[in-house]
T-cell receptor, first 108, second 115 residues
Framework: EDQVTQSPEALRLQEGESSSLNCSYT??????LFWYRQDPGKGPEFLFT???AGEEKEKERLKATLTKKESFLHITAPKPEDSATYLC?????????FGAGTILRVKS | NAGVMQNPRHLVRRRGQEARLRCSPM?????VYWYRQLPEEGLKFMVY????????ESGMPKERFSAEFPKEGPSILRIQQVVRGDSAAYFC?????????????FGEGSWLTVV
């Protein structure tokens, strides 16, 4: 079965302190790697889909990149409102297989 | 996110009762998925449905759980004779079609508490 591992489990940043979240995966034939953001008590909010190694996508302070074995979610100059759990998932047939997530806290 | 509608948002049931969770997919979406998020655990796939058909239920517990997506009306996830271990957040998601890389959008979830 496909495996998705996210690191770190938790990350505390000061406002403006850039960093990266990691998602490593093992899958036979990647059909899509997804990043979601989840706030407490809410459902996952779609951020990005990446399909092939070398692909990059950006949205505001977030940039997602993909290699053959891992994906990074780069957060540039984060703000407190970026605090959330960030989830990575790969498509495996009819379902998404999720990692455990990275809990990000950004302090002002 | 707001397009996938789930209700109730919060549900409390006593052990042995039945829980029914409803999901209306985003407009134009014909594919529905149910996921479960247990406390301190990640999201786990339960079932994938199209109208009037269960396509993949490989993640559904073998007993007490069932799902349907009728021709008319919302998708229903039904849990019979609930136990404390069923306490979790249940998320519905939808997509326009089951194709490679199609984005799956999630609802806000239904939080089930079994007392």
């Amino acid at each position: 079965e496909d495996q998705v591992t996210q690191s770190p489990e938790a990350l505390r940043l000061q406002e403006g302190e850039s960093s990266s979240l990691n998602c490593s995966y093992t899958v036979s034939g990647l059909r899509g790697l997804f990043w979601y953001r989840q706030d407490p008590g809410k459902g996952p909010e779609f951020l990005f889909t990446l399909y092939s190694a070398g692909e990059e996508k950006e949205k505001e302070r977030l940039k997602a990149t993909l290699t053959k074995k891992e994906s990074f979610l780069h957060i540039t100059a984060p703000k407190p409102e970026d605090s959330a759990t960030y989830l990575c998932a790969v498509q495996d047939g009819n379902k998404l297989v999720f990692g455990a997530g990275t809990i990000l806290r950004v302090k002002s | 996110n707001a397009g996938v509608m789930q209700n109730p948002r919060h549900l409390v049931r006593r052990r042995g009762q039945e829980a029914r969770l409803r999901c209306s997919p985003m407009k134009g979406h014909s594919h529905v998925y149910w996921y479960r998020q247990l406390p301190e655990e990640g999201l786990k796939f339960m079932v994938y449905l199209q109208k009037e058909n269960i396509i993949d239920e490989s993640g559904m517990p073998k007993e007490r759980f069932s799902a349907e997506f009728p021709k008319e009306g919302p998708s229903i996830l039904r849990i019979q004779q609930v136990v404390r271990g069923d306490s979790a957040a249940y998320f519905c998601a939808s997509s326009p079609a089951q194709r490679t890389g199609n984005t799956i959008y999630f609802g806000e979830g239904s939080w089930l508490t079994v007392v």
